[in-house]
């Protein structure tokens, strides 16, 4: 503690905290880290990580904050935190405002969990195939990843777990069937939300909760790749006032949520 005289009144005041997260602007999970610290009324600094042109992620100074060259990184003063889910709830164990966990967690943990393990990448690349079922941008990403391993042995290991994955989505990408399969994924999410928000305003509490910046930004991942129609038209009409309610909200735009702008473009 700093201690503060005022007068003849001493005060003590907590020491500033600096908080940055290194982000990216449209990536999904920089958006749920950003709903929580929003939410929580946390006031942080930026640091845009160039995941798509530039490839920061790889660059060294990055790597050694998250070793899985991934967005997004929490620091509070010199303390890292990596992994989305343990982003979130270091931000709402870490720092005063509301609490951001129900009494009970274990709904919105399995929620967040299920969230977080649908494949984004195939509902991005699954309307913009080839006849052949080959993505154009996967194919390049191997070849740039490929070209990167030559050039940067360093991270030999990194880099050819990334080749490993990316060859993985090539050939998701051209199974229709596991295509399907990952879509099917992706609706029984919303199918599982519309049930819960047909019990309450949130997803897992009566209150927002962490599960909320899980949703909230899966949603309006699935409305930016064309998947609003899951749940618009009274087909999961819970689902469709819940999003209509989440954009109402400061938190959107204060977080920056993106729910239009294909990252294809």
Not at 74 to 89: A, C, F, G, Q, S
Not at 178 to 201: F, P, Y
Request: charged share 25%; aromatic share 8%.
């Amino acid at each position: 503690m700093v201690e503060v005289r005022k007068s003849s009144i001493l005060l003590y005041t907590r020491p500033m905290v600096r908080v940055l997260l290194y982000d990216y602007p449209g990536s999904i999970c920089s958006q749920m880290a950003r709903l929580a610290l929003v939410e929580k009324g946390v006031t942080f600094d930026r640091h845009t990580v160039d995941i798509m042109k530039a490839k920061e992620q790889f660059e060294p100074w990055y790597v050694a904050l998250n070793p899985k060259s991934v967005v997004p990184t929490l620091r509070i003063d010199d303390e890292i935190t990596t992994d989305t889910i343990n982003i979130v709830h270091k931000v709402d164990d870490r720092f005063d405002g509301p609490h951001l966990t129900p009494n009970d967690p274990s709904f919105m943990n399995r929620m967040m969990s299920d969230i977080m393990g649908l494949h984004y990448g195939v509902l991005l690349y699954a309307g913009s195939l080839t006849d052949e079922g080959t993505s154009p941008t996967i194919i390049a990403r191997g070849e740039m990843l490929r070209q990167m391993l030559k050039e940067r042995p360093e991270h030999a290991a990194l880099l050819q777990s990334r080749i490993d994955g990316n060859q993985r989505m090539q050939d998701i990408l051209a199974d229709a069937a596991k295509v399907e399969k990952h879509l099917d994924n992706a609706r029984t999410i919303v199918d599982m939300l519309d049930i819960a928000l047909g019990q309450s305003e949130f997803v897992a509490a009566d209150r927002y909760s962490l599960a909320d910046t899980f949703a909230t930004a899966a949603l309006a991942r699935f409305r930016m790749h064309g998947f609003a129609g899951w749940w618009e038209n009274a087909i999961n009409p819970n689902v469709e006032r819940y999003i209509d309610a989440m954009k109402s909200r400061p938190s959107w735009t204060q977080a920056g949520v993106v729910d239009g702008l294909s990252e294809l473009h």
